[in-house]
């Protein structure tokens, strides 16, 4: 559930750094289907907007939302449904941006 308007072009070492996580726990992230990076040969690469999901997804599971459940809600609610979002941060989601454009 994931609209690329950036290009990839952050490895996952550079992405976990701008994140302050560890790189295994962006590819446990992949490994849930909940983020899907950009690959060349065996690199991974992670555009802006990964980055942001995943701040975005770092926020819910340490709201007490566990992995496996926004891999569950996600099927059935978009991803501001979820996190409950406020409408200041909806705007600057490329997702949710889309799915305005379309509806109208």
Same mark, same amino acid.
């Given at each position: 559930?994931?609209?690329?308007?950036?290009?990839?072009?952050?490895?996952?070492?550079?992405?976990?750094?701008?994140?302050?996580?560890?790189?295994?726990?962006?590819?446990?992230? #992949?490994?849930?289907?909940?983020?899907?990076?950009? /690959?060349?040969?065996?690199?991974?690469?992670?555009?802006?907007?990964?980055?942001?999901?995943? /701040?975005?997804?770092?926020?819910?599971?340490?709201?007490?939302?566990?992995?496996?459940?926004?891999?569950?809600?996600?099927?059935?609610?978009?991803?501001? #449904?979820?996190?409950?979002?406020?409408? #200041?941060?909806?705007?600057?989601?490329?997702?949710?941006?889309?799915?305005?454009?379309?509806?109208?």
């Amino acid at each position: 559930m994931q609209c690329q308007t950036h290009p990839s072009i952050y490895r996952i070492s550079a992405a976990a750094d701008m994140l302050a996580l560890h790189p295994r726990t962006l590819r446990n992230y #992949e490994k849930a289907g909940l983020v899907t990076p950009s /690959r060349k040969g065996k690199w991974r690469y992670y555009s802006a907007d990964d980055i942001a999901w995943i /701040r975005c997804l770092f926020s819910m599971i340490h709201s007490g939302i566990t992995i496996a459940s926004i891999g569950k809600l996600l099927h059935y609610a978009p991803c501001w #449904e979820v996190a409950d979002c406020a409408l #200041e941060k909806r705007r600057l989601c490329p997702v949710y941006l889309q799915r305005s454009r379309a509806s109208r």
